[in-house]
C-alpha cells in the first residue's frame, strides 16, 4: 500500500515538473487535451440531462396523442354504418396535471391537482391517464382542483363492454361493479369496459376497467358483475384532463392559444 502511494505521489510530482519544462505552445496544446479530459464527464453529465429533458416532453406528447386516438378511434366505431364521407374525427384540448395532495380520510376518493380555472378546468370535466379512466372535476378554484375518482363511493358513468356490447353503469359499492346487467347479456371475465359516450360529461372510448367476476346472485333481472378497474389510483402522479370538445379551426388556434377558455360540460355522468 506504502509503494502504491510512493508511486502515486511521485507522478503527481514528475507531471508539473514536465509541463513547467515545456514550451508555451507545447504547453497550450497539452492544457487543451487536460481540459477535454477532466470536462469530459461534466459534458456526458450535461448530454445525458438534455436527453432526460428531452425524453420527458416526448413522453408527455406521446401519451396525449395516444388519448386522443383513443377518443377518436370510439368515436369511428360509433360512425361504421353512418356516411362519414363529411365526419371530422372529435378533438380534444387535453392538459396534464400533478397531484398535490389527497384526502387524509380516504386517500384513493378524491385528489388535489395543481391546476384550476386559470388552466381551463371546470367542474365535470373527466380525468383520465394513460391507463384509463380517473375520475371527474367536482370543484375547481384559480390554481388547484379536486378531483372525485371512481374510487369514491357513490362515483357512476356510463359504460359498455366492447366485446359484446352490453351496456350498463359503472358504480364504486364495496367494489367497482358494472350494474344493471341483464342476466341474459353476454358479459364474460375478461371483457374490457369503456366509457359507452351516453353521457354529457365523458366521450366513449376511454377504458374503465375489465371484468373480473360475474355473480349467480342478484335482483330478479339483473347479475353482479365486479370489475378490474385499469387505473390504480394509489400509484398515480399526474392525470391529464380532458378540457374541452374542439373543432379543427379551435384546435388549431389552441395551439397558439395556451390560454384559450375550456367549454363548460354537461352533468350528467
Known amino acids: 500500500m506504502v509503494r502504491r502511494q510512493l508511486?502515486?505521489?511521485?507522478?503527481l510530482l514528475i507531471i508539473p515538473i514536465i509541463f513547467l519544462s515545456l514550451h508555451e505552445s507545447s504547453k497550450l496544446i497539452v492544457a487543451g487535451h487536460l481540459s477535454r479530459a477532466f470536462l469530459f464527464p461534466i459534458h456526458k453529465i450535461s448530454q445525458y440531462g438534455h436527453y432526460l429533458f428531452i425524453s420527458h416532453n416526448t413522453i408527455e406528447?406521446?401519451?396525449?396523442?395516444?388519448?386522443?386516438?383513443?377518443?377518436?378511434?370510439?368515436?369511428?366505431r360509433t360512425r361504421i354504418e353512418i356516411d362519414t364521407v363529411h365526419w371530422e374525427p372529435p378533438r380534444f384540448e387535453i392538459l396534464k396535471a400533478y397531484i398535490a395532495g389527497r384526502d387524509p380520510s380516504d386517500i384513493n376518493s378524491y385528489l388535489h391537482v395543481n391546476k384550476g380555472t386559470e388552466h381551463g378546468i371546470r367542474v365535470n370535466q373527466p380525468v383520465m391517464n394513460a391507463q384509463g379512466l380517473v375520475g371527474v372535476v367536482k370543484y375547481t378554484d384559480?390554481?388547484?382542483?379536486?378531483?372525485?375518482?371512481?374510487?369514491?363511493?357513490g362515483f357512476a358513468v356510463s359504460a359498455v363492454d366492447v366485446n359484446t356490447n352490453v351496456h350498463g353503469v359503472v358504480k364504486k359499492r364495496?367494489?367497482?361493479v358494472f350494474d344493471f346487467v341483464r342476466k341474459t347479456d353476454a358479459v364474460n371475465v375478461g371483457d374490457s369496459v369503456y366509457t359507452s359516450g351516453m353521457s354529457e360529461i365523458y366521450p366513449a372510448g376511454i377504458l374503465i376497467g375489465t371484468v373480473q367476476h360475474i355473480g349467480t346472485s342478484g335482483e330478479m333481472f339483473f347479475k353482479p358483475v365486479s370489475l378490474l378497474p385499469s387505473v390504480q389510483i394509489n400509484q398515480l402522479a399526474y392525470v391529464y384532463l380532458l378540457l374541452a370538445e374542439v373543432t379543427a379551426e379551435?384546435?388549431?388556434?389552441?395551439?397558439?392559444?395556451?390560454d384559450s377558455p375550456a367549454q363548460k360540460m354537461g352533468t350528467q355522468p
Open 250 to 258: 379551435e384546435h388549431i388556434q389552441l395551439g397558439v392559444q395556451d
Open 142 to 153: 384559480r390554481g388547484t382542483s379536486i378531483i372525485e375518482t371512481i374510487e369514491h363511493r
Open 7 to 11: 508511486i502515486f505521489f511521485s507522478i
Open 61 to 76: 406528447e406521446l401519451e396525449i396523442g395516444i388519448q386522443q386516438l383513443r377518443l377518436e378511434n370510439a368515436e369511428l
Open 174 to 176: 364495496d367494489n367497482i
